[in-house]
């Protein structure tokens, strides 16, 4: 039965699935980073970091499953990635080292709090335009010679990946804002709502932008989508998104708690199967295929069943601190 | 030139990076398991002070855990950026430990950490300190895995090698349990638990210093010396065999650290000298005769083989190995005589009374980290030219990427870690200047969750203020 199971097709499913909840999870908390500027200081702002303090930490290791999964799953594709994208996978790291300490500094240093509220936000701006910057620069292809990376040190910097990356910024940014509707009362979660409304179109708009764009991008792409039948099977996508965005500004007109942030998640999730319909097979885009970066089966094997034991424990004890940390939080209170 | 000078940049960028790092974790893997105690202790016995404590270090926990996880968070990066062909070769057998280690550890400190900080009135007090375990727990897996990491680097055993010259794995119990692991994972922790006693040890000599009435500071005191007077000696055991493993397996590592460069039988105990590469001698050596053999070989004529022994191009660079560890053993040693000190004075009926032994203690606080990193400094460079010891040199296992690129990024990580972890030390130390107080409010059962306050950390200073206790 194990020799039936196609090893690396399903750790590339498991590993997106990782990126997945990292883009979500750390996409809304980025996201109040982000929107954070627009708030007032002290108590507003007190609120917002709140929301976010006691899972922030949780999110984030999704990422270094992500980082770490896929240097022990796709060793080879890790070592392409990581040179290829070298300087915007720097720069993310530098912004989330500024975001994560400001979590406690800011509260230990009253006079300085303006500082640490401005590396909060710069670090989540910097970290989340550099993440849509690598996803730009991915889909676009990489140079790859001789098991290595062979292009040059600005490769990645284009218009398109310029435009993910500004695109990402607006996306995290309709996250955090749906997820203070949801987690906050007025006049916070009136502010969050107007925010919402704007990201929420851009967010479409630049869905749209970059869907066609990268359509365009390579025939590949283009037979992925408009040719016949396959147009057939993804047409789903396009469609529920159209719903979600639906959902999305029907949520806010009627002052829905949860309904903006599920349909911003529901945005997610559907750009990321998109993108999944677009690269498939390639994990390295247009060069290494899952198969060829794949570790051999006796790794995949042997960290499969780790993940098979310990994935459903962490969903469910990640789930159980959400649940103790759930419900409203009000405007100068916090968690305890 | 272009290259070596990227490799050079590169190794210093991970050496001052993982330096910083592993600061953290050497803090925090005893800390947590303190805090476990401390909370234990509390929920058995019902004794205020237990929970007092345990706040006071609590706050310093979350400040120091923060750092652990965002200088961590780039190491799990590292390997690709500037060490992509020891990614590629050696993922297969190291990505594996390394998953488990995101999966086991760090979910469990990141997922219950929260509630740990945040939660004692939202769970109540059992879960509550289920949580503290669990993140304690999680700091121990995480050490588990990183360190079998590391050994396997050091002592690879378990594997075979592909066309494409990538490590394969044969045997997972090999490969996980490779035959330096179990020393290594013993010193290390054993490390950190001291580490963690000095500075617990340091901050409550410093109030006791102040006010010998603290009773918060005394639990802190008496603790922090029993570990210290069980551990040191321990640690001294548990590096003794380390040492002798490290013989068996990595002799040209021993040779740097002992400074031998003849082979040769009844070698003698080095103290201290000045090793000199070029002409591959010892200057100034002050030294013990045949103790060096006896202590490598337990036989006072036993050969010992010194660096002459292999080619240049073998050998690691002698002078900060031998250096390093000299400065890890003259601690250690410092340590295990003040456990020792510490029981006399208590033997005494005098450990609270303010003296010599506290203010030893107060400047012995950072002393744990400085072992931590002269140790660690000891076995990364003294397995050099190799990163997988005897296979993969470090030089042959760097990315393609540019000299200025590395320089860079180089640059970028040296000035943002000495601002935001100088500043963070600099929290803690100011954290750790306020003394305990009693009477931080406990968990109150019984009563409806409530959402009031800030967080429990600016709370905690706000009760302190109240209490009139706080610095000035």
């Known amino acids: 039965m194990i020799d039936a199971l196609d090893l690396p097709l399903v750790w590339a499913l498991l590993l997106a699935l990782a990126v997945l909840a990292y883009v979500i999870l750390d996409g809304f908390d980025l996201g109040v980073g982000i929107v954070y500027p627009t708030l007032a200081p002290g108590r507003e702002r ?25 240097f022990a799953v796709f060793p080879l594709a890790y070592a392409i990635i990581m040179p290829a994208l070298y300087m915007p996978i720097i720069l993310m790291l530098l912004g989330l080292i500024f975001r994560g300490v400001s979590f406690e500094f800011r509260w230990r240093d009253p006079r300085h709090q303006w500082f640490w509220d401005g590396a909060f936000a710069a670090g989540s701006f910097v970290a989340a335009f550099m993440q849509g910057i690598t996803l730009g620069a991915l889909v676009q292809g990489i140079e790859v010679a001789n098991r290595q990376y062979a292009g040059g040190w600005w490769d990645w910097l284009t218009p398109f990946s310029l435009t993910t990356g500004a695109a990402l910024i607006i996306g995290y940014g309709l996250l955090g804002a749906t997820w203070l509707v949801l987690k906050t009362e007025d006049p916070i979660k009136a502010h969050a709502e107007r925010l919402a409304r704007i990201a929420g179109m851009a967010t479409l708009a630049l869905i749209a932008v970059i869907s066609l764009w990268t359509v365009f991008l390579d025939p590949v792409f283009m037979a992925r989508w408009f ?28 002052r829905c708690d949860a309904q903006p942030f599920l349909s911003a998640l529901a945005l997610f999730v559907l750009s990321f199967i998109g993108l999944g319909i677009s690269l498939y097979p390639y994990i ?47 405007e100068g209170e916090g968690y305890h | ?125 059992t879960l509550h300190f289920a949580a503290t375990l669990m993140v304690a727990l999680g700091t121990f897996f995480s050490a588990f895995w990183i360190l079998s990491v590391n050994s396997w680097m050091q002592t690879p055993a378990g594997y075979s090698i592909n066309d494409a010259g990538q490590f394969i794995p044969v045997d997972w119990w090999q490969v996980i349990f490779n035959p330096s692991f179990p020393y290594r994972l013993a010193h290390m922790l054993l490390a950190a638990y001291l580490t963690t006693a000095f500075v617990v040890g340091g901050v409550a000599a410093f109030h006791l210093l102040r006010d010998r009435t603290n009773e918060a500071a005394r639990l802190m005191f008496s603790m922090a010396m029993w570990m210290a007077a069980l551990v040191a000696p321990l640690q001294i055991g548990a590096g003794d065999l380390h040492g002798l493993n490290t013989l068996e397996h990595q002799p040209t590592k021993v040779a740097a650290m002992e400074g031998h460069y003849e082979s040769r039988r009844g070698a003698p105990l080095i103290l201290f000298g ?13 030294e013990i005769p045949y103790l060096g053999s006896f202590i490598l070989t337990h036989d006072w004529l036993g050969e010992v083989r010194g660096l002459k022994a292999w080619p240049r191009d073998e050998r690691p660079p002698v002078a900060i190995v031998f250096y390093a560890f000299r400065v890890m053993v003259g601690i250690g040693l410092i340590m295990a005589a003040i456990g020792a000190w510490s029981l006399w004075s208590r033997y005494r009926g005098r450990l609270f009374e303010p003296g010599a032994l506290h203010r030893s203690m107060v400047w012995m606080t950072p002393a744990g980290f400085v072992a931590v990193l002269a140790g660690w400094i000891t076995t990364e460079v003294g397995r050099q030219p190799y990163t997988i010891y005897g296979l993969l040199r470090t030089a042959d296992a760097a990315s393609p990427v540019a000299a200025p690129a590395v320089a860079a ?13 100088g500043i963070g030390t600099y929290y803690l130390v100011v954290l750790m200047r306020q003394p305990p107080h009693p009477g ?13 306050g800030i967080t429990p950390i600016a709370a905690a200073d706000r009760q302190a203020e109240r209490n009139g206790s706080a610095t000035p």
């Not at chain 2, 001698?281 to 002050?286: K, P, S, T």
């Open chain 1, 46 to 70: 007190d609120t917002a970091m709140n929301t976010v303090a006691p899972v922030w930490d949780g999110n984030e290791t999704w990422l270094v499953l992500g980082g770490g999964g896929l």
């Open chain 1, 227 to 254: 040719a016949y039948p396959a147009i057939l099977y993804v047409l789903p996508v396009p469609l529920f998104t159209a719903l979600a965005a639906w959902s999305l500004f029907t949520g806010l007109a009627r």
């Open chain 1, 284 to 330: 390295v885009p247009h060069s290494v295929t899952i198969w060829s970066a794949a570790a051999p089966d006796t790794s995949l094997l042997f960290m499969l069943v780790g993940a098979v034991i310990l994935l459903p424990l962490i969903l469910a004890y990640s789930a159980y601190s959400y649940w103790v940390f759930r419900g409203k939080i009000r």
């Open chain 2, 1 to 125: 030139m272009e290259t070596a000078l990227a490799i050079d940049f590169a190794r210093i960028q991970f050496a001052f990076t993982v330096a910083f790092h592993i600061i953290f974790p050497a803090f925090t893997i005893g800390l947590a398991s303190y805090l476990a105690v401390l909370e234990g202790l509390w929920l058995w016995t019902g004794r205020q002070v237990y929970i007092d404590v345990y706040r006071y270090w609590l706050k310093i926990f979350a400040v120091s855990f923060a750092m652990g996880v965002v200088s961590g968070i780039v190491m799990s990066y590292q390997f690709g950026t500037n060490w992509s062909v020891f990614a590629d070769k050696v993922g297969p057998v190291l990505g594996a430990p390394m998953a488990y280690e995101v999966l086991s550890a760090f979910f469990l400190e990141a997922g219950f950490l929260g509630i740990m900080l945040f939660g004692m009135k939202r769970v109540g007090r």
């Open chain 2, 274 to 286: 000045v090793p000199d590469d070029e002409a591959e001698v010892l200057r100034y050596a002050l």
């Open chain 2, 409 to 421: 990024s180089l640059t970028a990580f040296v000035i943002v870690y000495c601002l935001l972890f």
């Open chain 2, 440 to 452: 931080e409010p406990g968990p109150e059962e019984g009563k409806p969750i409530r959402t009031a």
